[in-house]
């Protein structure tokens, strides 16, 4: 477990280098990430390379004994370059191509681009691949962020169709799978394909997934071509990328299978401000994030990442982009760092070092003020420094509930939501947060996981069903909680012949023949046992076939929750409350010992160490039997964290 920062030498002058190394040692200060902007002062023209400056820093870095993080910078490919080949430039849904004068700007798809992010990272790869400092790469920075991972340029395009010709063999194949009879969209061939905007109404789903899928394709290509290069100049070195929070453009199991290690970057308080949790929420952790929040992420890329993941940059201060920026409270630095330890984490990074004075972030805080003198986050990074030391060597992490995490199924769910506010990844979080509030620990995994050993599996938003994951579900004794929606398409985004949950009927026999989606106010009872909850945005009908009864009601009588066996099936968008009860009684089927934890009382195991987490501000009681206490005591105090050893569940 160690601590790092996000470094711009080339935003500070040189003298100042050698005092930020020895402040950042003298924090308890590790590893420093840098080089991810740089790409105009390390090639200022076509070929002209000035290494001289970031030789010196990394030699002052590394002089400092801190290891280093080393980036490509094809994030931000330099004026020249574009200029040079303005098809490098991504193109938008309007049409029109990106300009230059802020970052990723590039086409994934631009073949001369992938040339040159290879020509870079070969230069990078040979000059730093075996510096002894250096013990790891980022490759780009942020794949996908500022919506960039679909483009629609004529390289775009081109690809497309030979990705689809790849996928269906014949034009007369890609007709009927995506159902092109309909509106008489059927192409002759593959080359009068184009990419799907500018449509009079909405063109055709299975275009859309379909465009979807090859744009996540186009990513993982680019990250494969530097992962190749740098694994033969730099070999042993740990390669990382940094992915973001809530963020689905593109397939990051996919991705995250040529790395080492996945990061992520966590700004929990941007993301409160920026997502879709109601004002309610907003308000009351406004200063703190969610408490499911940044474990959400920890667990989705602790589950595609080969070794333990990293945060590469954790939030120290206000954010600039939210619209609006408040301040995290005193103690969520602390609270949140150790958050991701308890998660597995190997590695904190705090972004970034000193907020710049200029540019588009100058309003975004980092560890020190522009002045040179210390913020506020940075004293919580030295009390973290202190305690480290205090907790026992890190334990395992495989939790007993996995939640399937699938991104085509995510972007079948965006692609026709049906209801305005359907969102599979919010309900995904919902199910992980009701989970998490009842004391479990979870793994998110992906739909080609190996199930085997979980007690209790969730398929929040899965209505892809594939192969693999039929097969693993059939293989599992597990309680298996299917969500609505689960196995309602096919690929090419069909409805399944014998009608939703699909194949999974053969695990739970019921029809779903009509399903509606709920406007914002309309909320549709639910009697559980002697609870009634209430279904939001989404109701389905459920024909009940021989083997399925139903556990909970509508008003009307109609099954709300449906169960065979060990297999639930729930048709509606449940309250929060309701999705509580329901899994905490599923739970216990499962052998499991589900606690309701009080709010904003979140807590984690590692091996045999018990980390509780409390996003108040007032303290909040834990009981532990047999525990001995690492760090605070049973009382958790408000934004605070305590840590105790060889425990049994509260
Ligand atoms: C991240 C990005 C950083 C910086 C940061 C600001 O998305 O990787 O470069 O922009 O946000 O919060």
């Avoid at 090639?43 to 970031?54: A, C, I, R, T, Y």
């Avoid at 939501?417 to 998490?436: M, T, V």
Wanted: proline share 6%; aromatic share 12%.
């Amino acid at each position: 477990m160690r601590l790092g920062v996000c470094y711009y030498p080339e935003q500070w002058p040189e003298e100042w280098w050698a005092q930020d190394a020895a402040q950042m040692v003298a924090l308890g200060i590790e590893q420093v990430r840098i080089g991810e902007f740089c790409w105009s002062r390390v090639e200022p023209q076509p070929g002209v390379f000035d290494w001289g400056w970031l030789d010196r820093a990394v030699h002052v870095l590394a002089a400092a004994g801190l290891k280093i993080v080393m980036c490509t910078p094809t994030a931000t490919p330099p004026k020249w370059l574009i200029d040079a080949d303005p098809d490098m430039l991504a193109v938008g849904p309007d049409g029109r191509r990106r300009t230059f004068g802020s970052r990723r700007h590039y086409d994934f798809s631009s073949d001369r681009y992938l040339e040159q992010s290879r020509r870079i990272t070969r230069e990078y790869g040979a000059r730093y691949g075996h510096h002894p400092a250096v013990i790891a790469w980022q490759t780009d920075n942020e794949y996908g962020c500022h919506d960039t991972v679909v483009s629609h340029s004529l390289a775009a395009v081109q690809r497309f169709r030979l990705w689809l010709q790849e996928r269906y063999g014949g034009i007369g194949n890609l007709n009927s799978i995506w159902g092109n009879v309909f509106w008489s969209q059927e192409y002759g061939s593959f080359d009068e394909i184009g990419s799907p905007v500018g449509t009079v109404t909405e063109a055709n789903p299975a275009h859309w997934l379909d465009y979807r899928r090859f744009a996540s394709n186009e990513v993982v290509r680019f990250n494969r071509a530097q992962c190749e290069i740098l694994r033969s100049l730099s070999p042993k070195r740990v390669l990382v990328h940094n992915f973001m929070q809530l963020f689905t453009a593109f397939d990051h199991h996919e991705v995250a299978a040529d790395l080492d290690v996945a990061s992520w970057d966590s700004y929990p308080i941007g993301a409160l401000e920026m997502f879709w949790f109601g004002l309610d929420d907003k308000q009351r952790w406004l200063r703190t994030g969610h408490p499911d929040f940044t474990a959400f992420h920890h667990d989705l890329y602790r589950g595609m990442s080969r070794q333990s993941f990293w945060v590469m940059e954790q939030q120290p201060g206000p954010v600039n982009w939210a619209t609006w920026n408040p301040a995290p409270a005193s103690g969520m630095v602390r609270l949140w760092t150790w958050e991701a330890f308890a998660h597995g984490a190997d590695v904190v990074s705090y972004f970034r070092w000193r907020q710049a004075p200029f540019a588009q972030e100058q309003m975004h805080a980092g560890l020190q003020t522009p002045d040179r003198e210390w913020d506020q986050g940075a004293q919580e990074v030295a009390l973290v420094a202190a305690e480290l030391p205090q907790v026992p060597p890190a334990g395992t992490v495989r939790a007993t509930v996995a939640l399937v995490f699938d991104y085509p199924s995510i972007w079948a769910l965006q692609t026709q939501p049906q209801g305005g506010d359907y969102d599979g990844l919010r309900l995904a979080f919902e199910a992980y947060s009701a989970l998490r509030s009842l004391g479990l620990d979870l793994d998110i995994v992906s739909a080609q996981a190996d199930l085997k050993g979980y007690a209790m599996i969730v398929l929040p938003a899965v209505p892809l069903v594939s192969d693999g994951l039929m097969a693993a579900l059939k293989a599992s004794d597990a309680q298996l909680v299917l969500y609505p929606r689960s196995g309602s398409k096919l690929d090419g985004m069909r409805i399944p012949a014998n009608l939703a949950p699909g194949r999974l009927r053969e695990l739970i026999n019921v029809r779903i023949p009509r399903v509606e989606s709920l406007r914002p106010a309309e909320h549709e009872p639910v009697h559980y046992q002697d609870q009634t909850g209430v279904a939001g945005r989404w109701r389905e009908s459920l024909d009940m076939g021989a083997g399925a009864t139903a556990t909970a009601h509508f008003v009307d009588g109609s099954p709300a929750v449906a169960r065979q066996g060990r297999v639930h099936y729930l048709a509606g968008w449940f309250d929060e409350a309701l999705q509580r009860a329901l899994l905490r009684d599923i739970a216990r089927e499962a052998g499991l010992s589900p606690v309701p934890l009080p709010a904003g009382l979140r807590i984690r195991r590692r091996g045999n160490t018990l980390f509780a987490f409390n996003y108040t501000d007032a303290p909040l009681q834990l009981n532990v039997s047999n525990a001995k206490w690492v760090v605070g005591s049973g009382t958790v105090p408000g934004r605070g964290v305590c840590i105790a050893e060889r425990t049994e569940s509260p």
